[in-house]
């Protein structure tokens, strides 16, 4: 089994299904037999890293394919076929990898490891929004979206990523100060708020909140 380098693609753990995989206690597996039923494909996504692996018929590892000088037609079948449907993953099961952000990738492997979630692209007008929301209520509890930051309130026309974050309405009045910490952007203001995640407020600190906000989304 060998991992997969997506490059800027980030797996959209909600089609996964619909394409074939089957949800196990580790993650995702899927497999399908090729070249005339002499070898099985499998491919895996575990922890937030997708890994490949092709078999004979006695579970032995066939990596021929994947040796740039190794030719002939049956290695080239293999090839083929093996390309064919990791390009039909990655049209099916990936998006761009929006958000660039380096705290915003320490967050989401944060989430990934504690709760085993991953961020989930809802909307097609809306690429650059994902959101997060526990296995067992379905309710969310983060959302990161890029907005300008005039709509935050701010003196500034830059377009920022954020998160949005639901909080105790009583502690969100003292905490909303619109420096930091605002209203909850295209949420319930009452018990959502937001942070720009541009480093103003640490990873550790959102970490916190994230917590908070998951222990919040409950029926």
């Known amino acids: 089994m060998r991992e997969v380098d997506l490059k800027n693609k980030t797996v959209d753990v909600a089609k996964l299904e ?19 039923e002499q070898l099985l494909l499998s491919l895996d996504f575990i922890d ?33 076929e093996y390309e064919k449907i990791l390009a039909a993953f ?5 998006k761009e990898n929006i958000f660039q952000a380096e705290i915003i990738k320490n967050l989401v492997e944060y989430v990934r490891e504690k709760y085993g979630d991953e961020l989930e692209f809802l909307w097609e007008k809306f690429p650059k929004a994902a959101i ?3 296995k067992d209520t379905k309710k969310w509890y983060a959302v990161i979206i890029n907005v300008n930051e ?13 998160i949005d974050l639901r909080g105790n309405p009583e502690e969100l009045k003292e905490l909303v100060d ?10 319930n203001k009452r018990s959502w708020f937001t942070i720009r995640l541009d480093g103003s407020v ?9 917590d908070k906000s998951y222990t919040l989304a409950i029926k």
């Open 202 to 210: 640490s990873l550790e600190k959102i970490c916190e909140y994230v």
């Open 132 to 134: 997060l929301r526990r």
């Open 48 to 80: 937030g890293k997708f890994f490949s692996n092709v078999a004979d018929s006695f579970g032995e590892e066939y990596n021929l394919h994947l040796v740039e000088s190794s030719v002939g037609a049956y290695v080239g079948a293999v090839r083929e």
């Open 90 to 94: 990655v049209e099916n099961c990936c």
């Open 18 to 36: 619909q394409f074939g995989f089957v949800k196990t206690a580790d993650g995702y597996h899927y497999e399908k037999r090729i070249c005339d």
């Open 178 to 187: 619109g420096v930091n910490y605002f209203a909850g952007y295209h949420m």
């Open 150 to 162: 005039k709509k935050l309130g701010l003196d500034a026309d830059n377009e920022v990523e954020v």
